[in-house]
């Protein structure tokens, strides 16, 4: 099978993890792959056999017209089977591809939403106008799914709850890493250590875990929270840290490319987000077999499936009381940690998540054989 992966980025968030996660686990397979990205840059690792291709998008018509055409051109020569965009801007773009394009040579398009919060009436309306030229659309959360009905931008016949996968070889308990990261990172073997990632940016809502952290009680004033990535709320976040004192407490790491070992210093892993699909990185802290501590977003309490705390959104106490019950717990036994490994391994593997991709691109493909020879 020939795939064409179609992203808004490759930056360092979960809809981007997965992409790559995808593309790799399908160039494994045997798979030819390409991934053509709407913005410049990457920080995603993809293995040397993926073609890709940066179309450096703006935001005006023209830019737009031209990655359209430059595109095109690679449809014509690469000859995907299929086409699978991901997120709000490259789900729009590719079913502007679709509809601009001949449509005996135009391969089937999958559309898939990764946040709960795909835009406002604007978005919504565009999605519901494109809709037809999308051959399935798909929402990485129960919760995402039944909001893009409710708020009219497709019919509830049309999109499907995909799940992302996790990588359960990549990120897995390892004692060894464990012990090496947390030497690196000077904390003491029985020092308590809570630990967050993701993007800076206000949906993640890191001033809420401030918050939370600051009330820990005394008992725990041991405990070090890291934050791991970047965006543009660190400076807001630095003024915070400041002004709640924890400067001796709370370090910001910035991008981090070890987030597997990082996972396995952990003791504990706080989500606090307003705003989610369905985040990749609960799933991988559970793979490692971290604890996990977090807000009630959309698409985690089904993640976490009773192992793990889930709290309302925008409540710093309760997420305090959460994060303190759990840090005193920390990691338990061997066999606790293994058992969140299992739990995520079981129901989210990447493996068993690319072969239901892989299902369902065969069916598109078929239909699509198909309407091309009923139509010859």
Sequence with gaps: MRILLLTTGLRLGGAEQQVAALARRFNALGHAVAVASLTPGCEVALPPGI??????????????????????????????DLIHAHMVHANLFGRALIATGPARAMPPLVCTAHSAREGGTARMLAYRLTDRWAGLTTHVSAEGRERMIVEGAVPAGRIVVMPNGIDTVQFR???????????????????????????????????????????????LASA???IAGDGPERDTLERRIAALSLGDRVRLLGTRADIPALLNAADVFALSSDIEGMPLVVGEAMACGCPVVATDAAGVAPMVDG???????????????????TLRDGRGSIAQEAARHRHIAGSLGLEAVADQWLSRYATLIAAGARARMETA
């Design 173 to 219: 308990p390892d004692g060894a890493a464990r012990t090496q990261k947390r030497v690196e990172l000077g904390i003491a073997g029985d020092q308590p250590l809570l630990l967050h990632v993701g993007r800076l940016v206000p949906e993640k809502n890191q001033t809420l875990l401030l918050k939370a952290f600051a009330r820990l009680p005394s008992s």
């Design 307 to 325: 192992f793990g705390q889930v709290v309302p959104r925008g409540d710093a106490d309760a997420l305090a009381a959460a994060l303190a019950r």
């Design 51 to 80: 073609e890709t291709l940066n179309l450096a998008m703006r935001k005006s018509p023209w830019s737009m017209a031209r990655a359209l055409r430059q595109v095109r051109r690679f449809v014509r020569d690469w000859r995907p």
């Design 224 to 226: 070090r929270l890291l």
